[in-house]
């Protein structure tokens, strides 16, 4: 989210900046890392269930497709930003290369609230998107996955408009498909497990057992559901979730300070994780302003919701307990608190490693779909955790090696990868 103060891209651009001063990058490399090979801006008109037509602003942005096809979700949201898009395709970059899947980065990216559209109009908008960009998109050249507010229903259309357009089945166009229809098990899963998996490394490392931890959440998306799932199974104690509110138009923190029953929240949260208020109050959650997620007394903190969500104003009003920032969402540390953390002794798991799960998993989709021959759970898992834990393995050591934050050890590895890849090209 792009806010007055807080331009993503260009908070993707310091930090990318940063390293290439750290790594003695050439210029020529420079310029092409530090944003977007090709941008496409167009837009959507949607025939409305009332009759009339809105138009609707959308993007997808390839940031680099050295290591492979671009690879990155599309988001639904309404204050969605071409900036926003062009920092999460890079991020994507990254993203992919810490984890060393052989995909480059992209994003996609339509300004609109899914609240308010029909389920028609919904499909209507997915299969707009494609007809708009299927010559751009395809196994070989982009493929794109869910993100904030889409899921496997639009994945489906989109894939299903671009199989009519071309003429043959592709389920290789896009992943996050439902399971049965070209989807992988494990999928809706993966993110918040590949976030948890990278969690149970750094408690390890750092000597924490996760059962005498605590942690408070922003956001109960797909991704904050199943990392809480998973965090409470490991034995952690999950003391605030908070999320929007569609009706009040804002958000609150449900907090239980005995620990949230995650089973007992997603029973009454909606398909965009929004938790029933009243519903929360007679189960015995606080109801708590949105923003007090952040102030609570826990070890670690998990953003999962949108960019610029740690400030150094929100930094200010963290306990002095918080040890770990756990960065499950894309892009919620600004780059000017990454020092103010530091300085408290408060290690941040970075982003595009921390929240690789989703990816590496849309990977495992796609090597799927095109054997014709699907993994049970248990593999996709097992595959998810080994490469989450080695990638995790790999940039702690490297920190420690090299004294240098988690984010910046996990920069190095990531763009040293796509600088091998863009050199051995001969692109610069
Ligand atoms: N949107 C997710 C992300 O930001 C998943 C991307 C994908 O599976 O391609 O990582």
């Not at 496409?40 to 096809?69: C, E, L, S, W």
């Not at 942690?215 to 605030?240: D, K, P, W």
Request: hydrophobic share 40%.
């Amino acid at each position: 989210m792009e806010t007055e103060t807080y331009n993503p891209f260009l908070n993707a651009q310091k930090q990318f900046d940063s390293v290439a001063e750290l790594l003695n990058l050439d210029s020529g490399t420079r310029e092409l890392l530090r944003r977007p090979m090709k941008e496409q801006h167009f837009t959507i008109p949607v025939k409305m269930d009332d009759g009339t037509t809105q138009v609707f602003q959308a993007y997808r942005i390839k940031h680099n497709d050295a290591r492979g096809p671009a690879k990155g979700g599309i988001r639904f949201h309404p204050q969605e930003t071409a900036d926003t898009v062009r920092a999460l395709s890079m991020w994507m970059t990254w993203k992919c290369a810490v984890v060393d899947i052989p995909l480059g980065g992209g994003k996609g990216g339509v300004i609109c609230d899914p609240h308010n559209l029909t389920k028609a109009e919904q499909e209507r908008l997915c299969r707009g998107y494609v007809r708009q960009l299927y010559g751009q998109i395809g196994p070989v050249l982009d493929v794109p996955a869910p993100d904030v507010m889409t899921n496997g229903q639009h994945m489906l259309w989109m894939m299903d408009e671009y199989e009519k357009l071309m003429g043959g089945h592709f389920p290789g166009v896009i992943t996050g498909k439902p399971v049965g229809m070209g989807g992988s098990l494990g999928r809706t899963e993966a993110t918040g497990y590949g976030v948890i998996y990278t969690l149970k490394g750094l408690l390890e490392y750092m000597n924490l057992p996760a059962a005498n931890t605590t942690a408070s959440f922003q956001g109960f998306g797909n991704v904050a559901e199943y990392a809480a799932r998973m965090y409470t199974e490991l034995g952690g104690t999950v003391i605030a979730v908070s999320c929007w509110d569609q009706e009040d138009a804002k958000s609150y923190t449900y907090r239980k300070l005995a620990g949230c029953d995650i089973d007992e929240l997603v029973s009454i949260k909606n398909t965009f994780g929004s938790i029933d208020k009243n519903k929360a109050q007679d189960l015995g959650y606080e109801i708590l302003p949105g923003d007090e997620w952040i102030c609570q007394e826990v070890d670690i903190l998990i953003p999962a919701a949108l960019e610029n969500q740690i400030t150094p104003d929100t930094c200010a009003q963290m306990s002095p307990k918080v040890k770990i920032i756990c960065e499950a969402a894309n892009g919620p540390t600004t780059p000017d608190s990454d020092a103010i953390l530091q300085s408290k002794n408060v290690v941040v798991l970075p982003d595009f490693l921390c929240n690789a799960g989703g990816v590496t998993c849309s990977y495992f989709e796609q090597v799927q779909c095109n054997m014709n021959y699907f993994w049970s759970k248990e593999e996709v898992l097992e595959k998810l955790e080994y490469s989450m834990t080695n990638a995790f393995a790999a940039v702690n050591e490297l920190a420690q090696d090299k004294k240098l934050s988690l984010r910046d050890a996990a920069y190095v590895i990531a763009i040293n990868r796509v600088v091998d890849a863009v050199k051995l090209r001969g692109w610069v």
